[in-house]
């Protein structure tokens, strides 16, 4: 079957840091026409996944395939994609480039659109966004179910824009009042997040907010890795220090992220960063000879 892409307005596009990072929103419409037929658009995209889009390219000047995990819930802004974008700065860099420039600017002024790819529900009655992935793996960042996530110990480390995931999962969590209910006390998720610098620390006021809001619920540890202010209260510097050895391997120091996480055999553990941060961390925890109840990595 062909593929379907419907055109989504760029809504938002806040630069957090200059050149660097930017959080983008694009906005569907109701309904979308397909082969003669009008069909209606449901969002239901399930915290942790992806969808596909097709924005241009700064290098190459076309469009191109891209995924962006999603950092919203669809059930507080259903239709309403948010992601957060950064350059790559790697050497055939292209799209992270372009959504960073004054063309992507122009395009949401102009009104232009940005396919965003869709398929039609197993019954053929609507579209839904295409996802990176429908099952759970160690590989992706996909959340449980309703039915087992409330009763989970997590423990989130967002590397720079890794964060993304985590807020869809935080966000979806806090709406549904992290599963608490009579006769549970719901969730429990710490969230370490490990930026360059305070203009890099994405949705730090909310998470603030949150995290006292629901401190049984949620902890927040912000760190920042090269510049501070001289009142920063929260961790300074990396959170895993690394040794490369003569025999080629590597000795990973994980003392400074262990002194925020006190319990971490008891908890599932949850990273996004560059892939080799996510083996880093992986190999770390092997060598202290700790293991989290689960361990999963997205990476790039």
């Not at 992706?140 to 964060?163: H, Q, V």
């Not at 920042?224 to 690394?242: A, V």
């Not at 994980?254 to 083996?279: K, M, S, T």
Request: charged share 25%.
């Amino acid at each position: 079957m062909k593929e379907i892409f419907v055109p989504a307005t760029i809504t938002d596009l806040t630069v957090i840091d200059p050149n660097e990072i930017r959080n983008v929103e694009l906005t569907l419409p109701q309904e979308h026409e397909f082969g003669g037929t009008v069909y209606p658009i449901i969002d239901e995209m399930r915290p942790g996944t992806a969808f596909l889009a097709k924005p241009f390219g700064a290098r190459t000047g076309r469009q191109r395939r891209r995924m962006y995990t999603r950092s919203n819930s669809s059930i507080d802004a259903k239709g309403v994609l948010q992601t957060i974008i950064n350059d790559t700065h790697a050497e055939k860099a292209d799209t992270s480039v372009w959504w960073q420039t004054d063309d992507a600017t122009a395009f949401q002024s102009a009104g232009v659109t940005v396919p965003v790819l869709f398929h039609v529900t197993p019954d053929g009655t609507a579209l839904v966004p295409y996802e990176n992935c429908s099952a759970i793996e160690d590989s992706n960042l996909r959340l449980e179910p309703d039915g087992e996530w409330p009763t989970m110990r997590f423990i989130g480390i967002a590397l720079s824009t890794g964060i993304t995931p985590f807020l869809a999962h935080i966000r979806y969590m806090k709406t549904l009042n992290f599963g608490r209910t009579e006769a549970s006390a719901g969730v429990h998720y710490s969230l370490v997040v490990s930026v360059k610098n305070p203009r890099q620390l994405l949705a730090h006021e909310e998470l603030k907010e949150m995290a006292t809001a629901f401190p049984e619920n949620f902890a927040y540890q912000p760190v920042l890795t090269r510049e501070w202010p001289d009142d920063w209260s929260h961790g300074r510097g990396r959170i895993m220090n690394i040794t490369e050895l003569h025999n080629g391997a590597q000795k990973i120091d994980l003392d400074p992220l262990l002194e925020f996480l006190l319990d971490i055999q008891n908890e599932h553990v949850r990273i996004c960063g560059n892939r080799d941060a996510c083996r880093q961390l992986d190999e770390g925890l092997t060598q202290y000879g700790l293991r989290p109840r689960s361990f999963r990595a997205e990476a790039w």
